[in-house]
């Protein structure tokens, strides 16, 4: 099985020795040693014209449950319900709307979160269940799988951990314990362009694990998403509202936006035709946006002016240059690599037409980014106005 090495680890066009060879063995549950080598060295005809580096798994997986789900009681034998799904990273942004959308459309939804201080009550109170598992803990991973037909992974490390971590390490433990437990269909979220992007490690990370997940075997669907509308209300639209800084840069990047509820509906129909199986669709919004449109949009809806901080894309280029010094700053350096791209002369975005017809859909029913901030802001505005007036109604005068 052959798949390309995410090269974050070190810098851009030159490997760390230390990790040309490594073994990796998770709490004996599972395990794979990992090679590099240059390309020529591994059978992959996709990638051998790049002179880059690949990673060669060889899987040695013994995925074994030790006990099922409570919510599992399906006999010897029994053929897995297909409208059984588990959600991994249920509580994230897209996930939690694939979560709500699926109960709707009448799928028995398990959601794999992470132990927590705060439990996800409002996961249960939809009507999922909720089962406790870490994908940095591969021993934890099999039990949910067990009953389960489909996998969608919404998952993503949380900042203040290393991007392999989850991202990688635990993305690999999770299909290879798909594979073993036999699961029927696996979805998987990956980014646009990520394949045009090996300097980013969250995006080297994405194509590899496409790689993976092809190789594998499995059934699969795999997504590239453009970005969230729902990111713009905490990146614009409060700031603007509070008359705080709103943070930008002077790169003319492009983003087509769409909004996670018709990315969950899309994924949804996607899952039930089996003419999209195997096959790689990229999600995006109606029309690309720059920031400064952006923020133009969320002014006008506002009814007020920004105080807009421009950074520019060559601070950004010598911070990352500069953290790669320390290696405790590495990841610091590596999401700002991700920040690098989205602030370049790029655009996210893909025509839809042929993804629209394939899965049924009128165009019509996407939503705009005009329209969703629009609701945001006529919505928070009128409950602004509410609460300025009940505050009036009780002050007290002298």
Avoid at 117 to 130: K, M, N, S
Avoid at 201 to 215: G, N, S
Avoid at 280 to 295: D, Y
Wanted: aromatic residues 8%.
């Amino acid at each position: 099985m052959a798949s390309r090495l995410p090269t974050q680890l070190a810098t851009p066009g030159k490997l760390n020795q230390h990790r040309l060879t490594k073994a990796f063995t998770r709490h004996g549950s599972l395990s794979w040693r990992r090679t590099l080598a240059p390309d020529n060295l591994v059978s992959s005809p996709s990638s051998s014209s790049t002179g880059r580096y690949c990673v060669q798994l060889q899987p040695v997986v013994k995925c074994t449950s030790q006990a099922a789900p409570v919510a599992t009681n399906l006999a010897p034998g029994t053929p897995v319900r297909p409208t059984s799904i588990l959600v991994v990273g249920a509580t994230g942004t897209l996930g939690r709307q694939v979560v709500r959308r699926a109960l709707d459309e009448g799928y028995d939804v398990r959601c794999l979160v992470r132990p927590r201080p705060a439990p996800a009550d409002f996961l249960r109170d939809w009507g999922a269940t909720v089962v406790n598992a870490d994908l940095s803990k591969p021993e934890t991973i099999p039990a949910t799988l067990v009953g389960v037909h489909t996998v969608i992974d919404c998952a993503t490390g949380r900042p203040e951990e290393p991007i392999k971590t989850v991202d990688w390490e635990g993305k690999v433990a999770l299909i290879q314990c798909a594979q073993a437990m036999g699961i029927q269909k696996f979805v998987f979220y990956s980014i646009h362009n990520c394949d045009k992007h090996p300097e980013v490690p969250l995006m080297e990370i994405k194509y590899c694990t496409e790689r993976f997940l092809q190789d594998s075997g499995l059934t699969h669907i795999i997504i590239r998403l453009c970005g969230f509308m729902q990111g713009l209300i905490g990146q614009y639209a409060v700031p603007i509202l509070e008359e705080k800084s709103v943070w930008g840069t002077d790169a003319p990047t492009r983003i087509a936006y769409m909004d996670t509820q018709d990315i969950a509906r899309l994924t949804l129909i996607a899952l039930r035709n089996e003419n999209i199986n195997g096959k790689l669709l990229t999600f995006a919004g109606p029309r690309a946006w720059t920031s400064q449109e952006v923020i133009t949009l969320c002014e006008r809806l506002a009814g007020q002016d920004a105080n807009v901080t421009t950074v520019p894309v060559s601070i950004l280029r010598l911070t990352r240059q500069v953290t790669r010094f320390f290696e405790w700053t590495n990841d610091v350096a590596d999401r700002l690599a991700f920040s690098e791209v989205l602030t370049s002369d790029t655009v996210f975005s893909a025509p839809m037409t042929e993804s629209y017809k394939l899965l049924g859909v009128d165009p019509k029913e996407i939503a705009t980014l005009e329209k969703y901030l629009q609701d945001y802001f006529t919505n928070i505005l009128k409950k602004l106005k509410d609460l300025k007036a009940q505050s009036k109604q009780t002050d007290i005068y002298f």
